[in-house]
């Protein structure tokens, strides 16, 4: 009895020294890309046609009522924001266009704004320090980086504080008590 366990114990490690070896053979085979992962079917992407998105632009000091208040084209050190009122019309999907605000020749602030409809109000602000005083360029892009809109505005320096004049002392009238 010793002997048959010996025997079907011997015959068992030669088939899983078998197996393994047969295993390993078929794992060192280069195997189709296939048989590997499942084909990924490739999604044609629709581009969408190009809107024609037409704008309208308010460089203002505020925005009440979502329209825009304080128009003008240059402002004191002291506006604290600056503020571009956008009447976008056109579009056919949901988009977004770009504001991006530049001092002289550096880029201060880039904001993507939503356009979810064919007419959409929007608008983007700008904190303005006293100390950025100069000129100012606001560029309006489309989604896909197309120029729309520029529009050009001045932080005018601070005024000089007025120095006092010299007055002239008038006399105390001299009384007399009697």
Same mark, same amino acid.
């Given at each position: 009895?010793?002997?048959?366990?010996?025997?079907?114990?011997?015959?068992?490690?030669?088939?899983? !020294?078998?197996? =393994?070896? !047969?295993?390993?053979?078929?794992? $060192?085979?280069?195997?189709?890309?296939?048989? #590997?992962?499942? @084909?990924?079917?490739?999604?044609?992407?629709?581009? @969408?046609?190009?809107?024609?998105?037409?704008?309208?632009?308010?460089? %203002?000091?505020? *925005?009440? +009522?979502?329209?825009?208040?304080?128009?003008?084209?240059?402002?004191?050190?002291?506006? +604290?924001n600056v503020y571009? &009122? %956008?009447?976008?019309?056109?579009? $056919?999907? /949901?988009? =977004? *266009?770009?504001?991006?605000? /530049?001092?002289?020749?550096?880029?201060?602030?880039?904001?993507?704004?939503? #356009?979810?409809? @064919?007419? &959409?109000?929007?608008?983007?602000?700008?904190?303005?320090?006293?100390?950025?005083?100069?000129?100012?360029?606001?560029?309006v892009l489309d989604?896909?980086?197309?120029?729309?809109?520029?529009?050009t505005f001045t932080?005018?320096?601070? =005024?000089?504080?007025?120095?006092? $004049?010299?007055?002239?002392?008038?006399?105390?009238?001299?009384? $007399?008590?009697?």
């Amino acid at each position: 009895m010793f002997k048959s366990i010996l025997i079907l114990t011997t015959a068992l490690i030669l088939l899983l !020294a078998l197996g =393994s070896f !047969a295993q390993s053979e078929d794992t $060192t085979k280069p195997t189709p890309k296939e048989e #590997v992962a499942p @084909a990924v079917e490739k999604k044609a992407v629709e581009v @969408a046609p190009p809107m024609d998105l037409t704008i309208e632009t308010q460089l %203002c000091a505020g *925005i009440e +009522e979502r329209m825009p208040v304080g128009a003008a084209e240059s402002f004191t050190p002291d506006v +604290e924001n600056v503020y571009l &009122w %956008c009447k976008v019309t056109g579009a $056919t999907d /949901s988009t =977004s *266009i770009k504001v991006a605000w /530049s001092h002289g020749d550096m880029e201060m602030a880039t904001v993507e704004l939503p #356009v979810k409809s @064919a007419f &959409w109000r929007t608008w983007s602000s700008k904190r303005i320090l006293p100390e950025w005083t100069g000129d100012w360029t606001v560029r309006v892009l489309d989604a896909a980086g197309n120029g729309l809109k520029e529009l050009t505005f001045t932080i005018a320096p601070a =005024s000089e504080p007025e120095t006092p $004049t010299e007055t002239e002392t008038v006399p105390e009238e001299e009384t $007399t008590t009697e």
